[in-house]
């Protein structure tokens, strides 16, 4: 969304000098979230022309009706495309982070957006919820910033909270070349890239991702686009059907 006030790529500092657990994950997104402060997405705030992703969000919102944001951190796709569209959606959106949480409902309060629930929690989260409850999904710098293992494991429960045919929106980052790493604070494993000692990416190639798709979800289009400037690498989107 061109006006989100914070990208999962934040280059909030978090010091630390062994491998990452979840629980660091979180609390290190915690802790960066709470530098934010509420937003409000007005009307005019949304261009005509938006954004590869926005397009997609909005697009969503028209041929979906119950659409999920796993990992939606501050909430700014869903409040947008209440924003756009009226409120005619049921939106839910889960994130880990509950710093991200509370700044989702006060800002979705202040952009006086409709019918979104906005919830903490994680993967047992979905795995508590019915099957089939949804007939549209969104996830945006999520399922890459987490390890890979973990992003898998929500990405079957994505599948499982779709109808057949249910549309899918995955944004994930830019992949890194490990070659290119030269900056001390960077660091690569088998597991992924490290900024300071912290997790930050499972850093998987687009054929990579394409593959782990493949198990549960038809690709109707993909996409490439460079989000942090026109010489920047190119972040990814999929849109995907539930098989």
Not at 13 to 24: D, F, G, H, L, P
Not at 75 to 104: H, Q, R, T, W, Y
Not at 136 to 161: H, M
């Amino acid at each position: 969304i061109p006006f989100r006030p914070m990208d999962r790529n934040s280059s909030f500092r978090y010091t630390k000098n062994r491998m990452s657990t979840e629980k660091e994950i979180v609390a290190f997104w915690n802790r960066a979230f709470e530098e934010i402060e509420p937003f409000a997405i007005k009307p005019s705030d949304i261009a005509t022309e938006t954004d590869i992703l926005s397009q997609e969000v909005f697009a969503l919102g028209e041929k979906a009706h119950r659409i999920i944001d796993v990992g939606c951190g501050l909430g700014e796709c869903l409040i947008a495309l209440s924003v756009e569209n009226g409120g005619k959606n049921d939106l839910f959106g889960l994130d880990g982070a509950s710093s991200a949480i509370a700044i989702a409902k006060k800002s979705a309060e202040l952009s006086k957006a409709k019918n979104i629930l906005f919830q903490q929690g994680s993967l047992e989260t979905l795995q508590k919820m019915p099957s089939a409850s949804f007939d549209g999904a969104l996830s945006s710098n999520f399922l890459d910033v987490v390890p890979l293992p973990f992003g898998k494991a929500c990405l079957k429960e994505i599948a499982r909270l779709l109808k057949p045919r249910g549309l899918f929106v995955l944004k994930i980052n830019f992949y890194s070349d490990p070659s290119t790493l030269k900056r001390p604070r960077f660091a690569m494993d088998s597991e992924g890239l490290y900024i300071d000692g912290m997790f930050r990416s499972s850093n998987q190639t687009t054929e990579t991702w394409l593959s782990i798709l493949s198990e549960d979800f038809i690709l109707l289009r993909q996409e490439e686009y460079p989000r942090l400037g026109m010489n920047a690498p190119k972040d990814r989107l999929f849109v995907l059907e539930r098989k």
